[in-house]
């Protein structure tokens, strides 16, 4: 299948901005979605992004997207304790329905 | 009902044992997605079911998996003998059609002992 990577681990000081990445591989996805999952929960859809946008705005969360290097990214600004949590990237791929996900970005938020 | 509905929230079965995991999805959600998300693994897409489509089953992993969706809606997944290395959690997913954001439920825990 196709692949989606993401660092993982990304550790911030409260009220700082975040920035977590993501690079995908298949260049027909229509839609990128980023998900956050806190500890013993489901995945909660944050933000997407169509792949003929380049950024994404919504409150303090900035998507960007550069599909020619195939990398997205997720700014979350003045990160707050409460946003400590599993970030997913995922991408629609050559199905168009079923989400392929990456490995998750563990965020961790100090005071 | 609000959200996607996963039951039971833990289940703890012995290996061979056979177990049923349930979904009920967002009302008026055609889409229907089980994913399997192992320790330090990301989501394992399993299978998707479209409307009265036949579903894609290309992710289930063996022939001891599988799954139905009875009336367009609850779904239930089964795993026959189960394998220690079965142990997870499984998550449901539903959208409004095949290419809108999936909403998760909370899962379901797996512990094959």
């Known amino acids: 299948g196709e692949d989606v990577e993401q660092s993982l681990f990304l550790s911030v000081r409260e009220g700082d901005s975040s920035v977590i990445n993501c690079t995908y591989t298949d260049s027909s996805s229509t839609y990128l979605y980023w998900y956050k999952q806190e500890p013993g929960a489901g995945l909660q859809l944050l933000t997407y992004?169509?792949?003929?946008?380049d950024m994404k705005q919504d409150q303090r969360l900035t998507v960007l997207l550069n599909k020619k290097d195939k990398h997205l990214s997720l700014r979350i600004a003045d990160t707050q304790t409460g946003d400590s949590a599993i970030y997913f990237c995922?991408?629609?791929?050559?199905?168009?329905?079923?989400?392929?996900f990456g490995k998750g970005t563990s965020l961790l938020v100090t005071p | 009902g609000a959200g996607v509905s996963q039951s039971p929230s833990n289940k703890v079965t012995e290996k061979g044992k056979d177990v049923e995991l349930r979904c009920d999805p967002i009302s008026g959600h055609t889409a229907l997605y089980w994913y399997r998300q192992s320790l330090g693994q990301g989501l394992e897409f399993l299978i998707y079911f479209q409307g009265n489509s036949a579903p894609d089953k290309s992710g289930l992993p063996s022939d001891r998996f599988s799954a139905e969706r009875t009336g367009g809606s609850v779904s239930t997944l089964t795993i026959q003998r189960t394998q220690q290395e079965d142990s997870a959690v499984y998550l449901c997913?539903?959208?409004?059609?095949?290419?809108?954001?999936?909403?998760f439920g909370n899962g379901t825990r797996l512990t094959v002992t």
């Open positions: 997913a539903s959208s409004l059609k095949g290419v809108s954001p999936l909403h």
């Open positions: 992004i169509f792949s003929n946008m």
């Open positions: 995922a991408e629609s791929g050559d199905s168009g329905y079923a989400l392929n």
